[in-house]
């Protein structure tokens, strides 16, 4: 993609673009348009703008969703798209907002409006968030900042209905996951043999646990392929 810095924005600070995601009818791309100075705030590195940010396929209609109002408090990042196209999940993590270095779902519409926050900030959520085929659930994995002692969650897009789907504890890793494409699955990556990931799978309702793989490599970020 071509460099995304908004009029103003001098060369010297720094403009890029990540985490492309494609709506499903292949017509626009979401991403993470991030662009200004680097500040250091409590050790950590953030950005003046992290915003999600969505264009047509052709790179045309560019539109920045998120994060208008500067000084920004948070940072914007892993947007995905719903089946039907009308919304877009993405995960905020707080810089200078309270409470600070923490991470929650939220959902905004494709033209900008009707930005609402899904989970609650101490769940830390996270972790590319993936939706439900049917377009009813967003599926994520709460602590998203570590691995052991994690587990999956699903919440509605309306804010209702946060459901824990896994119950493992330390010292269990838990890595990401997505829904099948008939969404009676999810697939997803914790710890297996050797201690090492494999690759599982669960109903939506969290039951019915499943190993797929039984490896000595390394096992995870799956995805599912669609026929």
Known sequence: MDPGCPPG????????????????????IAFVNAYGKIRRIRGIQWI??????????????????????RPTSAEDTEPVWPPDGKRIAFVRHNSTA?????RAIFVINADGSGQRRLTPWRLDAGDHPDWSPDGKRILFRSP???FAGSNLYTVRPNATG???LTRFG?????????????GKSIVFAKTG???????????????GLRQITRT???????????R
């Open 9 to 28: 924005i001098p060369a010297t600070q720094i403009c890029e673009e990540s985490n492309p995601a494609w709506s499903l009818d292949g017509t626009r």
């Open 170 to 182: 330390r010292p269990v890793q838990m890595f990401s996951a997505s829904y099948s494409p008939d």
């Open 48 to 69: 003046d703008v992290g915003a999600v940010a969505v264009m047509n396929a052709d790179g045309s209609d560019r539109r920045q969703l998120t994060q208008l109002a």
């Open 193 to 207: 043999r050797g201690r090492l990931p494999d690759l599982f799978a669960i109903r939506p309702d969290g039951t």
């Open 144 to 146: 998203s900042e570590n």
């Open 98 to 102: 309270r409470p600070r270095n923490k």
């Open 216 to 226: 000595s490599a390394w096992d995870s970020a799956p995805d599912w392929g669609r």
């Open 162 to 164: 946060l459901r824990q």
